[in-house]
Every structure is written in structure tokens, then in C-alpha cells.
């Protein structure tokens, strides 16, 4: 028996049934185009990572430098590595992008009190 399947016949072979459908759903999936992502969604897809690494947070950057949250969590992993000028670095970039943002500005603030009340501007 055969079956018309996105316009071409397929012989149905009893037994393979489900195989068949597979393999054939797998094949035109050969001839669908599947649309080139932005690289602002490409760089939410890099931060959307259970736990991104800093190297996926700096592709994500370069990628979308307005990437806010980005930018955010680059400055946590900085901080957490005791990286104390590149964190408030990443936090400023992140003010500067987006001035009300309140996890940067709280980033900010503890970054300032983990170097001793340091100047954060």
C-alpha cells in the first residue's frame, strides 16, 4: 500500500510501520528551512544556560552588547572569583545601558561594600 507523504508515494511495508513514518519525517526534515537566529537570540540562548560559563556571558556580549543580563551575571561569576574591577566593570556597563536596572545597581552596591566602600563610578 502506499501513501502520499508531502507529495511523493512511500510504500508502506506492514511491520515498519512507525520506522518508516520516521525515517521518512526524518527526511523532510532535510528540505525545511529553518530560519537564521539573531545574534541577540543567539546570545539569550548562551545566558539561558542552567549555569553559564564566563565565556558564554562574554560570546553573549559580543553577540548583543546591549544584553543587560548578561552583563549582570558576567559581574556575579567576577565577583564570586574575587575579580572585584571587572565585576564593577560589567555592573557599570549594565547601568550605563539600562540606569534604573535594579540588579546591577544592587550588584554595584555589594561589589562597593566587598572592596571596602571603594568609589563604584
Given at each position: 500500500m502506499a501513501i502520499n507523504l508531502l507529495s511523493r508515494k512511500?510504500?508502506?511495508?506492514?511491520?515498519?510501520g512507525a520506522l518508516a513514518v520516521i525515517v521518512v519525517g526524518a527526511v523532510a526534515l532535510l528540505f525545511i528551512k529553518i530560519p537564521e537566529r539573531t545574534?541577540?537570540?543567539?546570545?539569550?540562548?548562551?545566558?539561558?544556560?542552567?549555569r553559564p560559563s564566563e565565556q558564554d556571558l562574554s560570546q553573549a556580549i559580543?553577540?548583543?552588547p546591549t544584553f543587560t543580563t548578561a552583563w549582570v551575571k558576567r559581574a556575579e561569576l567576577r565577583?564570586?572569583?574575587g575579580r572585584m574591577d571587572e565585576a564593577l566593570e560589567d555592573a557599570n556597563a549594565a547601568i550605563k545601558l539600562v540606569p534604573e536596572l535594579q540588579s546591577?545597581?544592587?550588584l554595584?552596591?555589594?561589589i562597593s561594600a566587598?572592596?571596602?566602600?571603594?568609589?563604584?563610578?
Open positions: 512511500v510504500l508502506w511495508i506492514p511491520g515498519l545574534p541577540a537570540e543567539q546570545a539569550r540562548t548562551l545566558v539561558e544556560v542552567a559580543a553577540l548583543d565577583l564570586a572569583a546591577a545597581l544592587q554595584r552596591a555589594k566587598a572592596r571596602g566602600g571603594a568609589t563604584t563610578r
